[in-house]
């Protein structure tokens, strides 16, 4: 069965960098893109970006160009997401998505706590 | 970016009664080149990720339970669930996949009346 596990809870401080990772089971991770999905306290669902996990190529949401990076690691069926430059503003709940047929989100991860405090 | 409101941002339902999500996107989500409509429904519970009820405006995923059935065109979209039962209690968000970013609606909580 698909399974969507990922990395455990992280702080950091203002100003770091946070590299969380998503590890996919139960189906041929080069067939399916990944999605990166954040949510803050109190906030809807923000799209941060995604990769295609065949070819490696990516597309960012704007807001978080040049902060964030998405790559993957096919041998071990395994995408990442870092965000660099965080401020308090990024403590969220981070979700990595699997893509259903380029048409929604079909299984999640189970989320990444991510508290950003100095 | 497509905006999408949801309306109204809390419902409270008898056991057993209908409820009733409305969506509005600011542009159309009718893809014209294939005639889908890139629309999806979200379900979270607390402390769970996002669960994918409908996606393409109208077509259950796989194992959803068939009280919930999601309809519209174009800008306006509503979700239903015809019968409330005690474990639908959550936020349900709409999500517009028709070009990036991928934007999310509000969400609106739904609880027993």
């Known amino acids: 069965q698909v399974q969507i596990v990922q990395s455990g809870a992280e702080v950091r401080k203002p100003g770091a960098s946070v590299k969380v990772s998503c590890k996919a089971s139960g189906y041929n991770f080069r067939n399916y893109a990944i999605n990166w999905v954040r949510q803050a306290p109190g906030q809807r669902l923000e799209w941060m970006g995604w990769i295609n996990t065949g070819k490696g190529n990516t597309k960012y949401s704007q807001k978080f160009q040049g902060r964030v990076t998405i790559s993957r690691d096919t041998s071990a069926s395994t995408a990442y997401l870092e965000l660099s430059s965080l401020t308090l503003e990024d403590t969220a709940e981070y979700y990595c998505a699997r893509d259903l047929l380029d048409a929604a989100f079909d299984y999640w991860g189970q989320g990444t706590q991510v508290t950003v405090s100095s | 970016d497509i905006m999408m409101t949801q309306s109204p941002d809390s419902l409270a339902v008898s056991l057993g009664e209908r409820a009733t999500i409305n969506c509005k996107s600011s542009q159309s989500l009718l893809y014209s080149s294939n005639n889908k409509t890139y629309l999806n429904w979200y379900q979270q519970k607390p402390g769970q990720p996002p669960k994918l009820l409908i996606y393409w405006a109208s077509t259950r995923q796989s194992g959803v339970p068939d009280r919930f059935s999601a309809s519209g065109s174009g800008t306006d979209f509503t979700l239903t669930i015809s019968s409330l039962q005690a474990e639908d209690v959550a936020v349900y968000y709409c999500?517009?996949?028709?070009?990036?970013?991928?934007?999310f609606g509000q969400g609106t909580k739904v609880e027993i009346k």
């Open positions: 999500q517009q996949y028709y070009n990036t970013p991928r934007t």
